[in-house]
């Protein structure tokens, strides 16, 4: 069975940091683009950050950049997202997501569209005083 589990997530101070991991099961996680995505209470899903499996371009909404990183660690095939300087309205469920099937012109299509074959169950992160 095909599964991604996200872990990692929790109670975090303003400033402060995370790190989410996005663990594959059943199938090696290296051979797809996988992406972060999360969605705060009433609000749409957002593409947070995707990873090629090509050549491992990356792209990051612009509401993260310069605070998110995302990686992979194919040892343990797991991609991973590095959070700083986290702010409040970065409160949400943060989900991975790999694409299987559809084959994404490019990872900002990829992380725009969100229309994904694999979801894991996602992870709350609450940034808050």
């Known amino acids: 069975q095909l599964q991604l589990v996200e872990s990692g997530g929790g109670l975090v101070q303003p400033g402060g940091s995370l790190r989410l991991s996005c663990a594959a099961s059943g199938f090696t996680l290296d051979y797809f683009a996988v992406g972060w995505f999360r969605q705060a209470p009433g609000k749409e899903r957002e593409g947070v950050s995707c990873i090629s499996n090509s050549d491992g371009s990356t792209h990051y909404a612009n509401s993260v950049k310069g605070r998110f990183t995302i990686s992979r660690d194919y040892a343990k095939n797991t991609v991973y997202l590095q959070m700083d300087s986290l702010k409040p309205e970065d409160t949400a469920v943060y989900y991975c997501?790999?694409?299987?099937?559809?084959?994404?012109?490019?990872?900002?299509?990829?992380?725009?569209?969100?229309?994904?074959?694999?979801w894991g169950q996602g992870t709350l992160v609450t940034v808050s005083s």
């Open positions: 997501a790999a694409d299987l099937a559809r084959g994404f012109v490019t990872i900002q299509a990829m992380c725009v569209s969100g229309d994904l074959e694999l």
